[in-house]
């Protein structure tokens, strides 16, 4: 069963800091991995979709890296913003069931002025 | 278009009742998703739909609930009778193609008292 974990569940770091949020995942036979941001009281925005036979995409300040191998996506936000504040979650498409969306537990990120 | 679009967005009510939550996907969107998102369990999918058919539903909880698409521009997910634990926010999403971003509503906060 496919499981998907994200570390840490919860990041505050002052503002203009590079960081790094993390998922894994336990089945590497994945169709795609997408970066979702949820601020509260709200749904989800994709940010990133990444194919499994890609390494990264860049959006802006944000870029997301995949090495299915071993299981792990990172999120890299430059120079982080107050606006930037909100949940992280990534998602994995089975290589099973293409149409489905396994999540995260989520990283809590919030920057601070 | 105004996006996937969430009815109510919130619902207060008491253990026996009925609740009905509405979705009106994007339009041409041929996939539909609906997920409930608690602290505990975090986002799951509850069931989804192609073409107005259900295809998987391996993830409503209990028989208490069901869910409907009678056209392309509306689904129900029906609680009856409900219980405090399914309190949560649930979640519609669509999208055009199997795999691609998933576009997602503002949710429906559910209180069962």
């Known amino acids: 069963k496919q499981e998907v974990t994200q570390i840490p569940a919860a990041l505050s770091v002052p503002e203009g800091e590079n960081l790094v949020l993390n998922c894994s995942f336990t089945d590497s036979a994945i169709y795609n991995l997408q970066w979702f941001r949820q601020d509260p009281g709200k749904g989800l925005t994709s ?30 936000i430059a120079a982080s913003q107050p606006g930037d504040s909100a949940t992280y979650l990534c998602a994995v498409s089975p ?6 969306l396994i999540f995260g537990t989520g990283t809590r990120l919030q920057v601070f002025p | 278009d105004a996006g996937v679009i969430q009815s109510p967005r ?21 996939y ?13 999918l509850l069931i989804y739909f192609n073409n107005n058919v259900p295809i ?39 999208t055009a193609r199997p795999a691609d971003e998933q576009f997602f509503g503002p949710g429906t906060r559910l209180t069962v008292l």
């Open chain 2, 56 to 94: 998987d539903d391996s993830g409503m909880p209990e028989d208490r609930f069901s869910a409907k698409m009678p056209n392309a521009s509306f689904s129900t997910l029906k609680i009856q009778p409900s219980e405090p634990r399914d309190s949560a926010v649930y979640f519609c999403a669509s």
């Open chain 1, 95 to 100: 290589s099973y069931n293409t149409d489905k």
């Open chain 1, 47 to 76: 940010l990133l979709l990444i194919q499994s036979s890609q390494r990264e995409q860049t959006s802006g300040r944000l870029n997301a890296s995949l090495d299915k191998s071993s299981g792990r996506s990172t999120l890299y």
């Open chain 2, 10 to 30: 919130h619902e207060v009510t008491e253990m026996g009742q009925e609740v009905t939550l509405r979705c009106k996907p994007i339009s041409g969107h041929d």
């Open chain 2, 32 to 44: 539909l998703f609906w997920y409930r998102q608690t602290m505990m369990r975090g986002l799951e």
